[in-house]
């Protein structure tokens, strides 16, 4: 598994295809054949991730758009994300942004 934590970088990947259900979003990844279905706060999530963005950069604007606790919304992000990279739907970098 990949680890991701707060000075990682993330994005979508281009392997993709994407589309929109009733306000949830189903990903087919192209390689795999497997698909991933986002609802909630998912496809928020997967609009920041489209460019590379960091985790805390994400967690920072879901705890300000969401009134939520900081802990527990990077718990829940770092797992998501973790899920979409074992399903090869982000690329990650691990190394520090300089």
Do not use: H
Request: net charge negative.
């Amino acid at each position: 598994m990949v680890a991701i934590d707060a000075g990682s970088t993330v994005v979508a990947t281009d392997n993709c295809v994407t589309t929109t259900i009733d306000g949830e979003i189903v990903l087919l990844n192209n390689e795999t054949g497997r698909y991933q279905g986002l609802s909630g706060v998912g496809p928020d999530i997967w609009d920041r991730i489209q460019e590379p963005t960091e985790p805390a950069a994400i967690v920072s604007t879901l705890v300000e758009e969401y009134d939520v606790d900081r802990d527990r919304v990077a718990n829940d992000v770092e797992r998501f994300l973790e899920t979409l990279a074992a399903e090869q739907l982000i690329k990650v970098d691990a190394s520090p942004t300089p």
